[in-house]
DNA sequence: GGTTGTATCTCGGCT
DNA sequence: AGCCGAGGTACAACC
């Protein structure tokens, strides 16, 4: 019944009926057919492909190209059933299911490799560079986008969400900023959302808007500038070259 | 120099400088550190984990567990560079890098297992139930929206882009509709700026609107009713019930 | 090649 | 648990 254990570098010979969780990958290269019914249908014809279980129960079927979205996949948590190949049959099938009844069939034809290995925990990826961390360097600078700016504060509430920054200018008046790090028009509607909802204040009105971003789209600037919200295109390194080493946030 | 062989079992002893396009999927396990510089710098501490090099060149940086997407990447078209662990060091480093300048710099600590494989070309993924499929069951079934309703013609064009269905009803009017499986609040918007450029044709106008998804989000059907857009929910199941056979996509 | 719109999106944060 | 926004989004279709 156990089709894998801890620190094994091959499969048992007689790998079991269901999947065992929490005793690391199992890697198979096998000749593979799939498919997959749940929140569409899609099929695999016969092919060779890499099969990968993970200790949580998921699968992934990879190709020998593409990118790294798999051909198909069933995401966690799920149940794994393995039916072994009868005498005169030459295929296996893995029955992979979710709690929401999505299925993924695996028909296995040909095994050209099988093994399994205990990896533990895994510490997890930092990073850095994301709309977050633009958020805090522009709110610590904020006469970047213009003199004698202020900052009211950053993450602003409003009934339809937050606000990236909400700033005063020189002249004292309310300044709503929009932080992406690529400007597309989505970025645009919602400031602009914001922007209605944050004039219909009479304490705050008028506020005037700004779209910062490092990259921003033709588009987006066009229909930006034509509801009078002014663009800036944002500079990361040098934001982050006049940063006080306190604030950083890893 | 050359890196794996076709239809290998396992990686050569002695592999060289330069991963080879075109010879199938390499698998490691190992211990390894791994950083990210492009469009965001990652780094993964030292941990036990699968890396899987494809023919292409893309490599994935998978950990036991998460969903198909790895802890870190490269996608095609890259090269893999690979420097051989000198004899008194225990590790070796890996260079992936893309035309566009973003680097992934894989040290290996400790191998666990190496494998390569040839699988050949993958006949790919057919899928049904997406929203084309939808668009199409509701143009044929378009009494769905209100009864005596006759088609425009679907993808009616417009300047910024087409309109999904384009429909008369039973009074002549004119109605937009906007297909969604999900319908968020990108939808409304989308739609909304198809209406107002209908609208100031005279031709045309008045166009009302109709917002069509398997599921509509409640700030999204929010913002739409208040905007005089009517929400449908679809039944994917049904309309695909009464669909004629001829009409299938598939 | 750029742009647009979808996705079995995934993932994280928050209510 | 659901909702919402961001993503190294990826990916395909279309212009």
Known sequence: MLSMRAHANSAPPNSGCVHRYGYGVRILVATCTVDYVGRLTAHLPAAQRVIMVKADG?????????SYKPLN????????????????????????E?????????????????SA?????????????????????????VNVL????????????TA?????????DANGGSVAVEIKRRGEIDGVEQLTRYLELLNRDPLLAPVSGVFAA??????????????????????????KGTEDPSLRLF
Not at 160 to 168: A, E, R, S, T
């Open 58 to 66: 998921s699968v992934l079927i990879h190709a020998d190209g593409g």
């Open 73 to 96: 996949w069933m995401s966690p948590p799920c149940s794994l059933k393995e039916k072994e190949a009868e005498a005169e049959e030459d295929h296996a099938l893995w029955l992979v």
């Open 98 to 114: 979710n709690k929401a009844g999505e299925q993924l069939r695996i028909t296995i034809h040909e095994v050209q490799h099988d």
């Open 117 to 141: 290995h205990e990896l533990g925990i895994d510490p997890g990826l930092q990073k850095d560079g994301v709309e977050a961390h633009l958020q805090v360097l522009l709110a610590t600078h």
């Open 146 to 157: 213009g003199d004698e700016w202020s900052l009211v504060r950053r993450e602003f509430p």
């Open 160 to 168: 339809i969400g937050p606000v990236d920054l909400m700033c005063k």
């Open 214 to 239: 490092q990259e921003i789209k033709p588009q987006a600037r066009t229909l930006a500038e034509d509801r009078g919200i002014r663009c800036v295109v944002l500079d990361y390194e040098a934001l």
